[in-house]
């Protein structure tokens, strides 16, 4: 995925991995047929569960996960 050197991989700012909703949601979405996205914002806790999702939707669908005025913080 990077381009650059091995040497300068500690001087660069680590990427944060894409967030991915956890196992438990992932095998319900898995048994009801649906897909969750979640927002990239580590603090935010906004999700976005749909269903019968078409090729190439995807994407579409991880920015509106990220496309809101104001980031939700996650209760507890
Ligand atoms: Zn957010």
Same mark, same amino acid.
């Given at each position: 995925?990077?381009?650059?050197?091995?040497?300068?991989?500690?001087?660069? /700012? /680590?990427?944060p =991995?894409p +967030?991915?909703?956890?196992l438990l949601?992932?095998?319900?979405d898995?048994?009801?047929?649906y897909?969750?996205?979640?927002? =990239? %914002?580590i603090?935010? #806790?906004?999700?976005?569960?749909? +269903?019968?999702? %078409? =090729?190439g %939707?995807?994407?579409?669908y991880? %920015?509106l996960?990220a #496309?809101h005025s104001?980031?939700?913080?996650?209760?507890?």
């Amino acid at each position: 995925m990077s381009n650059h050197p091995a040497w300068m991989a500690g001087h660069l /700012p /680590p990427t944060p =991995p894409p +967030r991915r909703p956890g196992l438990l949601r992932r095998i319900a979405d898995a048994i009801g047929g649906y897909t969750t996205y979640c927002c =990239p %914002e580590i603090t935010c #806790d906004v999700r976005v569960r749909v +269903r019968g999702l %078409e =090729p190439g %939707e995807a994407r579409r669908y991880q %920015e509106l996960a990220a #496309d809101h005025s104001q980031h939700r913080r996650k209760s507890g």
